[in-house]
């Protein structure tokens, strides 16, 4: 039987799909805070403690760069055979894209879909990208109210794909405090230990990032 870890206090706060990675987590760090269960979507209302269901939707970005070959895309996975699953291959158009890119590049295109249903549902985005969600939830208010610098004053990488996260971000938060449904939560999600979500994402992202090889 698969077991999730849902860890709420410890180096990285999300769903882990193996014990293993759940420790190194969790031990030896202060009042640290797990548990497991049989099935992802309890994990995920563990880690966020939200009290309204919420519909999970697994993204994540592919870069590739082999012997000088470049490739890269993103896919958006809602569940089996669900028509809204994406699978999108993006040009090199220029050397700014990485893979931390393309993870946002991913939350970004999905929090723009949640948008649309941000009146009549409820949604929770899992990433393996635990630096963009930190961006995304984390910093960005700190360098929004900054006029969007860093407290060193210093560029920000990715600041205009994450000023436009951020905007999808609060527009639904907007929406869901205004439904009693609580915040919009973007999700940790350890990847490649066999999450069935995060690895059809992965897929989708890789086979668009093969079909278009620059």
Not at 91 to 97: H, L, V
């Amino acid at each position: 039987m698969t077991s999730y870890f849902g860890v709420v206090v410890g180096r990285t706060v999300g769903v882990f799909g193996s014990l293993k990675n759940c420790m190194r987590s969790v031990d030896k760090f202060k009042d640290s805070k797990y548990q497991e269960f049989s099935n992802i979507e309890s994990a995920v209302k563990y880690v966020t403690g939200s009290t309204h269901p919420a519909k999970l939707v697994f993204v994540d970005g592919s870069y590739r760069d082999i012997n000088g070959c470049k490739s890269c895309g993103i896919g958006i996975y809602y569940g089996s055979k669900d028509g809204r699953n994406l699978s999108i291959s993006l040009k090199m158009e220029d050397t700014s894209q990485t893979s931390m890119r393309m993870e946002l590049l991913a939350i970004c295109r999905a929090l723009k879909n949640v948008q649309r249903d941000s009146s009549t549902s409820k949604y929770c985005i899992l990433s393996d990208s635990a630096s963009s969600i930190h961006a995304i939830t984390v910093s960005a208010p700190s360098w929004a109210i900054r006029g969007w610098c860093s407290n060193r004053k210093k560029p920000i990488p990715n600041m205009h794909l994450i000023r436009e996260c951020y905007g999808y971000y609060e527009f639904i938060n907007k929406k869901y405090q205004k439904n009693g449904w609580g915040k919009l939560d973007i999700v940790y999600v350890q990847s490649h230990c066999g999450i069935e979500g995060n690895k059809e994402a992965d897929s989708l992202a890789c086979s668009a990032a093969k079909s278009n090889p620059i």
